[in-house]
C-alpha cells in the first residue's frame, strides 16, 4: 500500500473514532447528570448536576521524557468515561522540515499542519492534562454537569513490551 494512501485510510479511521468518541462521552455525561445532584444553598437554593472524577493517564514511555501523554476524566460513581485529553510536545512532520534557507521551506510552511498541541516539558505535560479538561468542562457545560472533586492518579504507565 502506497504511503499516502494509508494516511488517507489512517485520517478516515480516526476522525470516524473521534466522533464516535465524542458521542460516547455526551451520553456519559447526560447519564451521570441525571444521576447526580449537588445543592447550592441560599436565598434562592439551585440544585445543579455535580459528581466527583478521577484522572488517570498513560503515557508513551517512562522516565519523564515522553512526548506524548494521554488522560481521562472518569466518573468516580459510575466509571464511565467523560473527557479525554491528549498532548504532544513533537511532531515528526515539524523534525524533517525543510532547512530554513531551502527554497521549499515557504511552501512547506505554507502547508503545514502542525500537530504539536504543547510546549514544554513531559512533566509539565502530566500536570497540564488536567487543568485542560477542567477548563474544557468550564467552557463546555456539558449538560450543565460541573466537576466538585477531582482525584488525580500520578502515576506512569507505558505501553512498551520489553
Ligand atoms: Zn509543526
Redesign the pocket.
Given at each position: 500500500m502506497h504511503h499516502k494512501t494509508f494516511l488517507a485510510i489512517i485520517a478516515v479511521v480516526h476522525d470516524s473514532a473521534v466522533t464516535v468518541a465524542d458521542r460516547r462521552m455526551q451520553r456519559a455525561a447526560e447519564v451521570v447528570a441525571a444521576l447526580t445532584t449537588e445543592r447550592k444553598p441560599g436565598p434562592i437554593e439551585v440544585e445543579y448536576p455535580a459528581t466527583t472524577i478521577c484522572f488517570d493517564g498513560t503515557w508513551h514511555k517512562r522516565g519523564h521524557s515522553s512526548n506524548n501523554g494521554v488522560d481521562v476524566a472518569i466518573d468516580r460513581k459510575t466509571g464511565l468515561v467523560l473527557d479525554t485529553q491528549i498532548l504532544s510536545n513533537y511532531?515528526q512532520?515539524?523534525e524533517v522540515?525543510p532547512k530554513p534557507n531551502d527554497h521549499n521551506n515557504l511552501q512547506w510552511q505554507a502547508g503545514?499542519?502542525?500537530?504539536?498541541n504543547f510546549e514544554g516539558s513531559s512533566n509539565a505535560m502530566k500536570a497540564e492534562t488536567p487543568v485542560a479538561i477542567f477548563q474544557r468542562s468550564i467552557d463546555i457545560q456539558i449538560c450543565g454537569l460541573v466537576y466538585i472533586v477531582a482525584f488525580c492518579v500520578m502515576e506512569m504507565r507505558n505501553h512498551s513490551r520489553k
Open positions: 511532531y512532520g515539524c522540515r503545514h499542519v502542525c500537530q504539536r
